[in-house]
């Protein structure tokens, strides 16, 4: 005698999450085609490191503060362009 396969299906669908992934846009610097490399420089920026001294003497940093006036300006990494009118 056979066993009874067991009837009905058993598994049970995991349901996953909807993954949303923001598609964004690559910036491509459009003088030389570089994407990969890009730098920033902040103007008029005010730093604001707190030290406390070790025993040893050194300087250890504990708090940072940051005053940014701007502009920011953004470039290329590859022409140096001045790429500040891509990065919204
Ligand atoms: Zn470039």
């Known amino acids: 005698m056979k066993k009874a396969l ?3 299906r058993t598994h ?3 349901v996953k999450k909807p993954l949303y992934f923001s598609i964004k ?3 491509i610097c459009p003088y030389c085609g570089n994407r990969d490399e ?3 420089i902040i103007e008029n920026a005010t730093f604001l490191i707190h030290y406390l001294q070790t025993d040893e003497g050194t300087l250890e940093p504990v708090e940072e503060e940051a005053e940014l006036m701007g502009p920011i300006r953004f470039y290329c990494g590859s022409c140096n362009s001045d790429l500040s009118f891509l990065k919204k």
């Open 25 to 27: 846009e690559k910036l």
């Open 12 to 14: 049970k669908v995991k």
């Open 38 to 40: 890009f730098y920033e």
């Open 6 to 8: 067991p009837t009905g």
